[in-house]
């Protein structure tokens, strides 16, 4: 395994993204989920990536249980500022107030059953919050001993830039794919300049990128259902351009594998956070991190999958009330 810096901050060069871990892709078993896990551990993977509204706070629970006497070995990676609103009001809200920071550190510390977070992320810029105010409650954080490092979650470069300038931030995460490359024009330069390392979540484009899909038909539970970019009007023609790219790269490497190894190569501070349930899918994801492109095939992979391509949104779309 290669590692890599988030700043000051070494972690494997391919993490792991454990939302699957609890819905959001249909049921999955916890003790799968544990094992898949504990194998990362044992395959060198260090980064672990939850979040405190996965499975309202299950999640957190489960990579507890999976790194219960292995803390040393690896980077745990949370984060808080959603929560759910009332009843009656939007499924989950932002929340940026330093109180409520606190207030969810301490509950994902519980759960995790640890003592210190090593990455916590500001889940979501708050627009009632300056952000400046929220990194602030974090570094409040820092000083208790409470989580060692700071990120930052879907942020504009000038929202880094003035978070940043608050306290050092050592991650940015956003999504970040070869069918989704937002962050390319204005935030991966900004991220670099600072020297803050940039977490590319949804890496695999929500499964699209490991070209196993083969039908729009998901099961109950499953986000995509009512993702943009997965319904029948889009499936086809995306499932198509994925499809081309595949067969242009005939060999024995999983095309996941090369979608990853191309992020890899996007710069050294870019560490892709694939999820998976199974530990099949997680060994090839891992492998990306030993795999080195040529500037040839990373240029055609580039032209094979461009963004402007993909049909829909890459936001999800508003639950139907």
Same mark, same amino acid.
């Given at each position: 395994?290669?590692?890599?810096? @988030?700043?000051?901050?070494?972690?494997?060069?391919?993490?792991?993204?454990? @939302?699957?871990?609890?819905?959001?892709?249909?049921?999955?078993?916890?003790?799968?989920?544990?094992?898949? =896990?504990?194998?990362?551990?044992?395959?060198?993977?260090?980064?672990?990536?939850?979040?405190?509204?996965?499975?309202?706070?299950?999640?957190?629970?489960?990579?507890?249980?999976?790194?219960?006497?292995? #803390?040393?070995?690896?980077? @745990?990676?949370?984060?808080?500022?959603?929560?759910?609103?009332?009843?009656?009001?939007?499924?989950? =809200?932002?929340?940026?107030?330093?109180?409520?920071? %606190?207030?969810?550190?301490?509950?994902?510390?519980?759960?995790?059953?640890?003592?210190? $977070?090593?990455?916590?992320?500001?889940?979501?810029?708050?627009?009632?919050?300056?952000?400046?105010?929220?990194?602030?409650?974090?570094?409040?954080?820092?000083?208790?001993?409470? $989580?060692?490092?700071?990120?930052?979650?879907?942020?504009?470069?000038?929202?880094? %830039?003035?978070?940043?300038?608050?306290?050092?931030?050592?991650?940015?995460?956003?999504?970040?794919?070869?069918?989704?490359?937002?962050?390319?024009?204005?935030?991966?330069?900004?991220?670099?300049?600072?020297?803050?390392?940039?977490?590319?979540?949804?890496?695999?484009?929500?499964?699209?990128?490991?070209?196993?899909?083969?039908?729009?038909?998901?099961?109950?539970?499953?986000?995509?259902?009512?993702?943009?970019?997965?319904?029948?009007?889009?499936?086809?023609?995306?499932?198509?351009?994925?499809?081309?790219? #595949?067969?242009?790269?005939?060999?024995?490497?999983?095309?996941?594998?090369? *979608?990853?190894?191309?992020?890899?190569?996007?710069?050294?501070?870019?560490?892709?956070?694939?999820?998976?349930? %199974?530990?099949?899918?997680?060994?090839?994801?891992?492998?990306?991190?030993?795999?080195?492109?040529?500037? *040839?095939?990373?240029?055609? @992979?580039?032209?094979?999958?461009?963004?402007?391509?993909?049909?829909?949104? #890459?936001?999800?779309?508003?639950?139907?009330?």
């Amino acid at each position: 395994m290669d590692y890599r810096k @988030l700043g000051e901050l070494e972690v494997s060069a391919v993490g792991l993204g454990c @939302l699957g871990m609890s819905g959001g892709y249909g049921a999955a078993s916890a003790d799968d989920c544990v094992a898949t =896990i504990r194998k990362g551990l044992e395959l060198g993977l260090t980064l672990l990536d939850t979040a405190d509204f996965y499975g309202a706070g299950a999640n957190e629970e489960l990579v507890g249980r999976a790194v219960s006497g292995r #803390r040393a070995d690896v980077v @745990l990676a949370t984060r808080g500022g959603l929560r759910s609103a009332e009843p009656g009001g939007p499924p989950v =809200i932002t929340d940026g107030r330093p109180a409520y920071l %606190r207030e969810a550190c301490d509950a994902s510390l519980r759960r995790l059953g640890v003592d210190h $977070i090593d990455l916590y992320y500001l889940g979501r810029p708050d627009p009632d919050v300056p952000i400046e105010e929220s990194v602030g409650g974090l570094a409040s954080l820092v000083a208790d001993g409470k $989580i060692g490092h700071i990120g930052l979650s879907e942020v504009s470069a000038d929202q880094l %830039r003035r978070g940043h300038a608050e306290h050092p931030i050592t991650a940015l995460e956003s999504e970040y794919s070869l069918w989704e490359r937002h962050v390319e024009a204005e935030i991966l330069p900004a991220a670099a300049s600072l020297g803050v390392g940039l977490v590319a979540h949804t890496p695999l484009g929500k499964g699209m990128l490991s070209g196993e899909l083969r039908a729009v038909e998901f099961a109950p539970g499953d986000f995509r259902r009512n993702h943009p970019r997965f319904d029948t009007a889009n499936f086809a023609h995306n499932h198509a351009l994925i499809e081309t790219a #595949r067969a242009a790269f005939p060999s024995d490497v999983p095309f996941a594998t090369l *979608a990853l190894a191309w992020l890899l190569s996007r710069g050294p501070g870019v560490v892709p956070i694939p999820g998976t349930r %199974r530990i099949a899918h997680l060994t090839s994801n891992l492998a990306a991190a030993d795999l080195a492109l040529d500037a *040839a095939t990373v240029d055609r @992979l580039s032209a094979l999958v461009p963004p402007s391509a993909v049909r829909g949104s #890459r936001a999800r779309a508003p639950r139907p009330t």
